[in-house]
């Protein structure tokens, strides 16, 4: 009797997961999925555009620095011209360490509130995918190949792993990105930004 009962739920377990509406898994690269999309792409080209005029203007101050210090080396040490290239050089050089340190600072700043500000889309463009799609819990895909500069950072992205192994067909990564870059031309297209 108790056989029969065992190979009923089993036979009923089985059976309801065929039904439709039991609950569908899958994984995603979720880093690929935010790089691949245009509306990251896009802000990233135009933080690229404002990274090269930093580096340009960084590149100024170097050459300024140079012909000072070349300037230096023509003249006497100690002459009056001498003494005020050598304050001009120090002012320079002073300049370009604060310019450099508001710039790196700012930049990390607005770095990392485009990458929360895409996770959060990411987020909440997959809701609605999965709600499309009936997909019922999403998981993050283990990366194959992990790297990191020192011990404790290996040991945390180890830690971070969420789905150790997956089946491949359970990759929903290519869809969504598919999907939330057609939702990103859409509303472009609505707001008037082809």
Do not use: H
């Not at 509306?39 to 590149?59: D, G």
């Not at 939330?180 to 472009?188: G, S, T, V």
Request: with cysteine; aromatic share 8%.
């Amino acid at each position: 009797m108790r056989r029969v009962l065992l190979i009923a739920l089993v036979v009923s377990a089985l059976s309801a997961g065929d039904s439709g509406d039991a609950p569908r898994y899958a994984v995603i690269r979720l880093i690929d999925a935010i790089n691949a999309s245009r509306s990251y792409q896009e802000r990233i080209e135009r933080f690229r555009q404002e990274e090269a005029q930093i580096k340009a203007r960084l590149k100024e101050f170097e050459d300024q620095i140079q012909r000072l210090s070349t300037s230096l080396e023509a003249l006497p040490a100690g002459s009056e011209r001498f003494l005020q290239i050598q304050e001009e050089l120090e002012a320079t050089k002073a300049r370009r360490e604060a310019y450099a340190r508001r710039v790196t600072a700012d930049f990390e700043r607005r770095q990392i509130a485009i990458i929360r500000e895409q996770y959060q889309l990411a987020l909440d463009r997959l809701a609605e995918f999965c709600r499309q799609r009936g997909i019922r819990l999403v998981l993050q895909a283990a990366e194959r190949d992990l790297a990191a500069r020192d011990l404790m950072l290996m040991n945390l992205r180890v830690e971070m792993q969420t789905a150790l192994f997956y089946d491949p067909a359970l990759d929903i990564t290519d869809a969504f990105v598919g999907y939330a870059n057609q939702r990103y031309a859409d509303e472009a297209a609505k707001a008037g930004n082809p």
